[in-house]
Structure formats: C-alpha cells, structure tokens
C-alpha cells in the first residue's frame, strides 16, 4: 500500500540478485532457480531446534511451520548426533528482498515456533541469511530516528553558540529535515514503486539498503550546515554591521549565492552519475543525495531560509538574556557588541547614529 507523503513508506531491506541487470550472470542463475524451484528457494531459512526434554517437538515443529501460508515446502531433519540439534532449511514462498519474507519470519518467530513447542523445555531459533539481512534492516530502522536526533541536537546547540540565537538553529534543523525526508521520498518513489526507474536502468523495485538512509543524512547534513554556516555568517555579519534584518539578508544571499549553487551543481553531477551504475546500491546512493543536495541548495538554502528569515524579522536574533551570559562569545560577535543585549534589540541603524 503506498503512503503520502512516500517518506512514510520507506522500507529498509537488502536488494537481492533478482534487481540486477537481466545481463549479469547471477540474476540469470538466480532466475532460473526461481523458475525450477520457486523464489522462495533463492533465500531459506534455518530453523534451530533444541528438543531436549520434548522427544516429540520436531514433529510438532515440521507440522506447524509446512502448514504456515508463507512457507513453501520443509526440507528433511537433520539432527547433530554429539549435540542434539536439530536444523530445519525452510522454504519461503516469496523472494529474500519481498516483504512478506520479512513477515514470514516474524510470524514464525512470534507465532509459529512458540505454538508448537509450547512451554516445555525444548527452544527453536530462525536464522539464515534472508533472516539475518530482515533482523539488520530492522535495527537500522530503530536507531536512524535516535542517530538523527542525536546529530540534530548537537548541531542545534553549535549553531546557538557561534550565532547566538534560538530561532536560526532551530529554523536550520527543521529545514534540513525537509531536505532529508525529499530525499528518502523520491528514493521510495523510484525504488519501491517503480516510478522512473526506467530512467536509470532500473529493472526492478527493490527496498532501500538499509544502511544507505543513515549514509545519506551524515553527508547531506555535513554538506547542508556548510552551505548554512557559509551563508548565515555573512547575514549575521552584516546585521552586526547595520542591525537591519533585511538589509543582511539581501547582502548575505547577494555575497554567497553563486559559490552555494556552483558548488552544489558540482557535487550534483558527481552523484548522478553513480545513478547510472548496474548495482541498484550504487544507483540508490548517487540519486539520494543528487536529489538531497539539489534541493537543500536551491529551495532550502535560496527561498526558504530568506524567506523565513523575512518574515521573521529581529526575531531571528532573539536570545535570552540569561542565556547570553552563559554562553562565550562566538566567531562573528565582535568586541563592541559585547554591551548590548541582543534578547532585547538588534544595535541602531547607521543611519540612527
């Protein structure tokens, strides 16, 4: 079911053999044991048991999980005559990268296995690759909202101290956000439903790698708070200057626009033609940040920041008197400046001198 905004649908997972092109060797092996064997074949699941104490849970075991719609078929027993261990290779019936693999498993592990060992002694585990690369998606999509707070909050806290403001870094994070979630949004809409991937010689909607989310917000969250720090530190300079607001924004935008979009088309054309690559990794990697940085460097950083900037007005230089005191002075507040408040009014216009 597709989500609007498509950012609420990302799905992290691992692109199998089955997206690569239909030129490659192992998407063509990987085909024709779909083909003779069923999709599910490319990635199966192992199936520990340890019956100790229940003679009788392996039959129970092979019973409960043949008779689970998502499974296929249930390869013999083999059981570990030193240790006692039973593994069981099952069979889904859908591919590694498909969704209902990952449901699959969790079923299996939430349902299946605990009904048919009960509350005797005996343990069952599921692992395998397919279950390994589900279990790591998982718990990267778990700590990417704990990594972003934590890179948002410290850079939030840097911003307030070289600016000496609450609005301005707080404005810079909740754009960068917005830079961010474009991103993951056009990646789910190329990659996981299809939409243009013909484009780039995509062949098959994948889910996106699941370390690829975190990558993308580290390098456009660096390369963003250059372009931020680039631009506000003229716009704060000239307010310094003149204390009017408007005036430092057209100053900060006039001095600083050209070298913010010459630098961002560089790293734009870099990154896109990684989106021509074969690998669907590769192609996820280049069109992510093209699109990222395309967007926080002409919307974000052009319109939006002046914008909001604007219509702000001194408010954006607001800062609580007691928290200028706590704070040490940062890179662009000059000595004369260390009279005024600047949580009560920006310095007079030159003109009021």
Known sequence: ?????PVLGLRVGLPDDGSLPHNRTERRAYDLVAEGFGPGTNGPLVIAADPTGDPGVLDRLVATVSADPGIASVAPTHIDRATGIATLVVFPTTSPQDKATADTIARLRTDVLPTAIGHGPARAHVGGAAASLSDVGQRTSQRLPVFVAAVLAMSFLLLMLIFRSILVPLKAVLLNLLSISAAYGIMVVVFQWGWGGALIGLEATVPIVSFIPMFLFAILF?????????LLSRVREEYLRTGDNGTAIVEGISRTARIITSAALIMVAVFLSFAVAEDPSTKMFGLGLATAIFIDATVVRMVLVPATMTLLGRTNWW??????????????DTDDTDAESTSEAPPPRLADR
Do not use: A, C, I, T
Request: hydrophobic residues 45%.
């Open 1 to 5: 079911m597709r989500q609007f905004p």
């Open 222 to 230: 660096g390369l963003s708070m250059d372009y931020e720090v680039f």
């Open 319 to 332: 800062l609580p008197k007691w928290l200028d005191w706590m704070l040490p002075r940062g890179p662009v």
